[in-house]
């Protein structure tokens, strides 16, 4: 039971960072969603667009600390470090 409220919160993490990246795309860069991410990988700065993305977590892991549901917080703050691990390997490594 507890592997699947973190396994929830875990995609609910991935959903809303999607959500956050294609938010501020389509309100800071422009209307269309891939060509703008193309670009982004080829001017390297799409891991500070996943970042910016990762706000949204912040939404998912309070509201579910509001509403008494830990382990789905858990499986956010699991994303966003899954994310974060992401991120640097976007900008540093490759």
Do not use: C, P
């Amino acid at each position: 039971m507890i592997k699947k409220e973190i396994a929830i919160g875990f995609i609910v993490g991935l959903i809303a960072n999607s959500f956050g990246i294609a938010l501020y795309i389509l309100i800071f860069l422009g209307t269309d969603i891939f060509e703008n991410i193309m670009v982004a990988r080829q001017e390297n700065y799409f891991s500070k667009i996943v970042a910016l993305g990762a706000i949204l977590n912040m939404l998912a892991f309070f509201g579910f600390l509001k509403i008494k549901r830990d382990y789905r917080a858990r499986g956010v703050l699991l994303a966003t470090i899954i994310i974060a691990i992401f991120t640097f390997f976007e900008q540093f490594i490759f």
